[in-house]
């Protein structure tokens, strides 16, 4: 199993980015999830998004702000982020896991390698 994470950059406040992750090697109709780890902290739950689409979850800092979606027919899953505020920096991964959608990270059973999203200020 393979997740390719992309789309990472540097941009200003208040600029925008999106995150892809293509998936390989295993049925993609399964729940995926994004994180990110900023400097010195523990790895957090940013969105997640179950198999069908219709379900999604963000944690609260990135609510309005940041759009999980997903192409089953492409084997990828997007985060949308708008409104890039410098405490987004971070390196973002993409992970998947089967059974139903969750925010915990040690219920992930694959993940991507990570993409660094840096927001100046």
């Known amino acids: 199993v393979q997740l390719q994470a992309s789309g990472g950059g540097l941009v200003q406040a208040g600029g925008s980015l999106s995150l892809s992750c293509a998936a390989s090697g295993h049925t993609f109709n399964v729940p995926m999830g994004w994180f990110r780890q900023a400097p010195g902290k523990e790895r957090e739950f940013v969105a997640a998004?179950?198999?069908?689409?219709?379900?999604?979850y963000y944690t609260d800092s990135v609510k309005g702000r940041f759009t999980i979606s997903r192409d089953n027919a492409k084997n990828t899953v997007y985060l949308q982020m708008t409104t890039l505020q410098p405490e987004d920096t971070a390196v973002y991964y993409c992970?998947?896991?089967?059974?139903?959608?969750?925010?915990?990270?040690?219920?992930?059973?694959?993940w991507g390698q990570g993409t660094q999203v840096t927001v100046s200020s």
């Open positions: 992970a998947s896991k089967t059974g139903i959608v969750s925010r915990n990270e040690y219920d992930y059973n694959y």
């Open positions: 998004i179950n198999w069908s689409g219709f379900t999604t």
